[in-house]
C-alpha cells in the first residue's frame, strides 16, 4: 500500500507563501489526491484535490489563493498557498484515494502557522 510523507510546512507571515509537498512510496497515477486541514476544536475539510486525469477542486475559503499540483513521475503531489491569512493555520494532511478500489490513504501530516 502507498505510504505519504508530507513536507513544507512551518510559520510564515500573513500574506507570505509556503509550499506543500506529499511524497508517495509508490505510484499516485490511478489515485485522486488531496490536501485536508484540521484546525483545533474544528473538523477535518478538503482543501484541493487533483483526480488522476487532472481536474481540480479547492475549497471557497482558498480559490485564487492556493494551487494544487501533481508529478505522477515523481510519485508527488504539492499545495503551492500564497497570501496566507491567520486562518489558515492548521495541520495540513496529504489524501490518496484510489480511484477504483477507493481505498484511503493519509499522510501523518504538516504544521501550518499563520502569524506576526
Known amino acids: 500500500q502507498v505510504q505519504l510523507v508530507e513536507s513544507g510546512g512551518g510559520l510564515v507571515q500573513p500574506g507570505g507563501s509556503l509550499r506543500l509537498s506529499c511524497a508517495a512510496s509508490g505510484s499516485i497515477r490511478f489515485y485522486t489526491m488531496g490536501w485536508y486541514r484540521q484546525a483545533p476544536g474544528n473538523q477535518r475539510e478538503l482543501v484541493a484535490a487533483i483526480a488522476s486525469g487532472g481536474s481540480t477542486t479547492y475549497a471557497d475559503s482558498v480559490k485564487g489563493r492556493f494551487t494544487i499540483s501533481r508529478d505522477n513521475a515523481k510519485n508527488s503531489v504539492y499545495l503551492q498557498m500564497n497570501s496566507l491569512k491567520p486562518e489558515d493555520t492548521a495541520v495540513y494532511y496529504c489524501?490518496?484515494?484510489?480511484?477504483?478500489?477507493?481505498?484511503?490513504?493519509w499522510g501523518q501530516g504538516t504544521q501550518v502557522t499563520v502569524s506576526s
Open positions: 489524501n490518496a484515494q484510489h480511484d477504483l478500489f477507493k481505498t484511503n490513504i
